[in-house]
Nanobody
Framework: QVQLVESGGGLVQPGGSLRLSCVAS????????MSWYRQAPGKERELVAS???????NYAESVKGRFTISKLNGGNTVYLQMNSLKPEDTAVYYC??????????????WGPGTQVTVSS
Protein backbone atom coordinates (compact mmCIF):
# COMPACT_ATOMS: atom_id res chain seq x y z
CA GLN A 1 0.00 0.00 0.00
CA VAL A 2 1.10 3.51 -0.83
CA GLN A 3 -0.25 6.57 0.97
CA LEU A 4 0.08 10.17 -0.10
CA VAL A 5 -0.78 13.00 2.25
CA GLU A 6 -1.05 16.60 1.05
CA SER A 7 -1.03 19.72 3.19
CA GLY A 8 -0.78 23.47 2.80
CA GLY A 9 -3.96 24.40 0.99
CA GLY A 10 -6.20 27.24 2.05
CA LEU A 11 -7.66 30.62 1.20
CA VAL A 12 -5.37 33.32 -0.16
CA GLN A 13 -5.89 36.69 -1.80
CA PRO A 14 -4.94 37.26 -5.43
CA GLY A 15 -1.22 37.90 -5.71
CA GLY A 16 -0.50 35.87 -2.60
CA SER A 17 1.50 32.70 -2.09
CA LEU A 18 0.99 29.20 -0.76
CA ARG A 19 3.23 26.17 -0.43
CA LEU A 20 1.78 22.70 -0.80
CA SER A 21 3.52 19.64 0.60
CA CYS A 22 3.07 15.97 -0.17
CA VAL A 23 4.63 12.98 1.55
CA ALA A 24 4.49 9.50 0.07
CA SER A 25 4.87 6.50 2.36
CA UNK A 26 4.28 2.78 2.41
CA UNK A 27 5.58 -0.03 0.25
CA UNK A 28 7.53 2.06 -2.25
CA UNK A 29 10.22 0.30 -4.25
CA UNK A 30 11.21 3.27 -6.38
CA UNK A 31 9.69 6.55 -7.53
CA UNK A 32 9.66 7.52 -11.19
CA UNK A 33 8.08 10.94 -10.76
CA MET A 34 5.96 12.99 -8.42
CA SER A 35 3.48 15.49 -9.71
CA TRP A 36 0.80 17.97 -8.77
CA TYR A 37 -2.51 18.00 -10.59
CA ARG A 38 -5.52 20.21 -10.05
CA GLN A 39 -9.19 20.06 -10.79
CA ALA A 40 -11.47 23.06 -10.78
CA PRO A 41 -15.27 22.71 -10.57
CA GLY A 42 -16.69 21.56 -13.88
CA LYS A 43 -13.27 21.00 -15.41
CA GLU A 44 -11.05 18.00 -16.03
CA ARG A 45 -8.06 17.24 -13.87
CA GLU A 46 -4.92 18.80 -15.33
CA LEU A 47 -1.20 18.44 -14.75
CA VAL A 48 0.29 21.45 -12.95
CA ALA A 49 3.90 20.39 -12.45
CA SER A 50 6.02 17.27 -12.19
CA UNK A 51 9.53 16.32 -11.09
CA UNK A 52 11.19 13.07 -12.08
CA UNK A 53 13.72 10.98 -10.21
CA UNK A 54 16.56 12.80 -11.94
CA UNK A 55 15.26 16.18 -10.87
CA UNK A 56 13.88 17.19 -14.23
CA UNK A 57 10.76 19.35 -14.03
CA ASN A 58 7.79 20.07 -16.23
CA TYR A 59 5.14 22.79 -15.85
CA ALA A 60 1.82 23.68 -17.34
CA GLU A 61 2.05 26.83 -19.43
CA SER A 62 -0.44 28.60 -17.20
CA VAL A 63 1.82 28.32 -14.12
CA LYS A 64 5.29 28.76 -15.61
CA GLY A 65 7.21 31.49 -13.83
CA ARG A 66 4.81 31.47 -10.89
CA PHE A 67 4.93 27.92 -9.49
CA THR A 68 7.99 25.89 -8.53
CA ILE A 69 8.04 22.17 -7.83
CA SER A 70 10.82 20.68 -5.74
CA LYS A 71 11.58 17.48 -3.87
CA LEU A 72 13.71 16.35 -1.00
CA ASN A 73 16.72 14.19 -1.85
CA GLY A 74 14.98 11.05 -0.68
CA GLY A 75 12.35 11.68 -3.33
CA ASN A 76 9.23 10.84 -1.37
CA THR A 77 8.45 14.43 -0.36
CA VAL A 78 7.49 17.03 -2.91
CA TYR A 79 6.56 20.69 -2.61
CA LEU A 80 4.72 23.13 -4.82
CA GLN A 81 5.54 26.77 -4.17
CA MET A 82 2.79 28.89 -5.67
CA ASN A 83 3.38 32.61 -6.08
CA SER A 84 1.38 35.38 -7.72
CA LEU A 85 -1.77 33.34 -7.32
CA LYS A 86 -4.78 34.15 -9.49
CA PRO A 87 -8.47 33.36 -9.01
CA GLU A 88 -8.19 30.89 -11.88
CA ASP A 89 -5.75 28.86 -9.78
CA THR A 90 -8.65 27.94 -7.51
CA ALA A 91 -9.00 24.16 -7.52
CA VAL A 92 -8.47 20.99 -5.56
CA TYR A 93 -4.80 20.12 -5.86
CA TYR A 94 -3.82 16.45 -5.95
CA CYS A 95 -0.43 14.90 -5.37
CA UNK A 96 0.48 12.00 -7.65
CA UNK A 97 3.25 9.47 -7.38
CA UNK A 98 4.21 7.26 -10.33
CA UNK A 99 6.43 4.49 -9.17
CA UNK A 100 7.13 0.87 -8.41
CA UNK A 101 5.87 -1.05 -5.39
CA UNK A 102 7.99 -4.06 -6.40
CA UNK A 103 10.61 -4.72 -9.06
CA UNK A 104 7.88 -5.35 -11.64
CA UNK A 105 4.69 -3.68 -10.40
CA UNK A 106 4.18 0.01 -10.97
CA UNK A 107 1.27 2.40 -10.92
CA UNK A 108 -0.12 5.83 -10.27
CA UNK A 109 -1.03 6.70 -6.70
CA TRP A 110 -3.05 9.69 -5.55
CA GLY A 111 -3.54 11.75 -2.45
CA PRO A 112 -7.02 12.84 -1.32
CA GLY A 113 -6.45 16.43 -2.47
CA THR A 114 -6.21 19.81 -0.81
CA GLN A 115 -8.37 22.83 -1.61
CA VAL A 116 -6.75 26.03 -2.81
CA THR A 117 -9.02 29.07 -3.07
CA VAL A 118 -7.79 32.38 -4.44
CA SER A 119 -10.26 35.12 -3.68
CA SER A 120 -10.46 38.62 -2.28
Amino acid sequence: QVQLVESGGGLVQPGGSLRLSCVASGSIFSIVAMSWYRQAPGKERELVASVNSGGGTNYAESVKGRFTISKLNGGNTVYLQMNSLKPEDTAVYYCNMRGYVSSSQWGDYWGPGTQVTVSS
